[in-house]
């Protein structure tokens, strides 16, 4: 059977579930639409036939999720569309949501290696209260909330949560919305760990910004962050980051060096040595856990005056960091020049390094290069343990990725850093 008749067959049988008579006597129904991203990439990296195998697996994880609960349709090479019956309400729905998108997610053992497949999940409720909609319509909502889910931290969620954006288009004011971000309380800091590999323990942890602007949830950085770049903005959120962070880590000496990112803009600005300055007075933060980290291009564009901004910060006593190494110019010449005690080796390199040997060698060069300029190395985008023992090997001291935990709010760090020294 071809595939465009085996992908109508299966949106028929989606469709009669739909409509089925016993549609009122088994509660609200859940229609999901699962879709793995990057097939294409993972093809090149992994091989059709492993990629097939790896497809396999997830087939046998989703059917295992719905049986007893529902039905559930290939429709693509990686797609699904299931049906979850007898939901009891929203809440229901989104608990099974997340728990079929950590099942999908959780690591792949494929010919005695790992693999982690990155997925979205888009779904819709259908309430027995309404007739039921048509399969175009639903189709529709599944793919808006499938949208939706591909620009979410959770990478799962329903038509109508409305977390960002819509096929790109900013359908409300970002810039003025960003003004009364941080008096209307929705910045936030998330944290995500860093490990030492010689011990295994906390060397401290990444300071990354999050948004939600209200009704309409979460914004990704890569969408906020370039707007306030353009104008003022970025100073402000700058040095609300700067005070949250510090304010939030002070009184957690346990947790060792807290990494900041900072904005390629302000590296024109001496003002911003000032600002530093005085975030660390304001809070007591003892300026050797301060790292602050740019970007090879943010450095490079206007060296000369970069580096007099980089030199004036680490004769505050704090560190500084080199951002996505790898991924610019990557020469000797700067490195000489700036005043890091840091690499960070872009997760591009890491992401392929076990299945790729070419990866693996750039990376093994760029440890090998940090440790004759004095530099500590973390390896960040670490999501399996392969990959941790061959960094380990190699002389790598710090890794950070989704192996160890995602970025996550103040109070779920405390949480996991109990359990991390229980682990110990």
């Known amino acids: 059977m071809s595939l465009d008749r085996c992908r109508s067959a299966a949106l028929q049988r989606i469709e009669a579930q739909l409509t089925e008579a016993s549609w009122e006597e088994e509660g609200i129904r859940a229609v999901l639409l699962v879709g793995v991203n990057r097939l294409r990439q993972l093809n090149l990296s992994h091989g059709y036939r492993r990629v097939d195998r790896l497809l396999e697996a997830l087939a046998q994880r989703v059917e295992g999720f719905v049986s007893g609960k529902g039905i559930a349709e290939r429709i693509g090479n990686a797609d699904y569309l299931i049906v979850l019956q007898g939901i009891r309400n929203p809440g229901h729905a989104r608990l099974a949501l997340a728990r079929l998108h950590a099942l999908l997610s959780a690591v792949y053992a494929i010919d005695g290696e790992t693999h982690h497949l990155s997925l979205a999940i888009g779904a819709a409720l259908f309430d027995p209260a309404q007739a039921p909609a048509d399969l175009e319509s639903c189709l529709r909502r599944l793919e ?3 949208l939706n889910a591909r620009q979410t931290p959770e990478g799962y969620a329903f038509d109508g949560d409305r977390q960002t954006v819509e096929e790109g288009i900013i359908d409300w004011d970002l810039e003025h919305d960003l003004r009364q971000a941080a008096d209307r309380g929705q910045l936030a800091m998330y944290y995500q760990p860093q490990q030492r590999l010689d011990d295994g323990r906390l060397h401290g942890v990444e300071a990354l910004i999050r948004w939600r602007n209200g009704a309409q949830g979460f914004v990704r950085p890569d969408l906020f962050i370039p707007i306030a770049e353009r104008s003022t903005l970025i100073e402000e959120i700058t040095t609300w980051t700067l005070n949250a962070v510090m304010r939030e880590m002070a009184s957690r000496n346990g947790i060792g060096h807290v990494s900041i990112n900072l904005s390629a803009q302000l590296l024109q600005r001496q003002d911003i040595v000032d600002d530093v300055r005085a975030a660390l007075a304001i809070w007591g933060f003892d300026p050797a856990r301060l790292v602050l980290e740019v970007t090879e291009s943010a450095v490079i564009s206007r060296l000369d005056q970069a580096v007099d901004t980089l030199q004036a910060l680490r004769e ?3 560190g500084l960091s080199i951002d996505d190494f790898g991924t610019g110019y990557s020469t000797m010449t700067y490195l000489r020049r700036i005043p890091a005690c840091e690499l960070k080796i872009d997760r591009s390199f890491i992401a392929n390094m076990t299945g790729q040997t070419m990866d693996a060698h750039i990376v093994k060069s760029l440890i090998l290069m940090a440790r004759g300029l004095q ?26 990725g989704y192996l160890l935990a995602r970025p996550m709010p103040l109070a779920e760090l405390d949480g996991w850093l109990e359990d991390a020294s229980g682990r110990q």
Do not use: N, P
């Open 316 to 318: 505050l006593g704090i």
């Open 375 to 400: 530099m500590r190395v973390v390896a960040e985008g670490v999501e399996d343990e392969e990959t941790r023992a061959l960094l380990r090997d190699m002389g790598c001291e710090l890794i950070q």
């Open 144 to 146: 808006r909330a499938l």
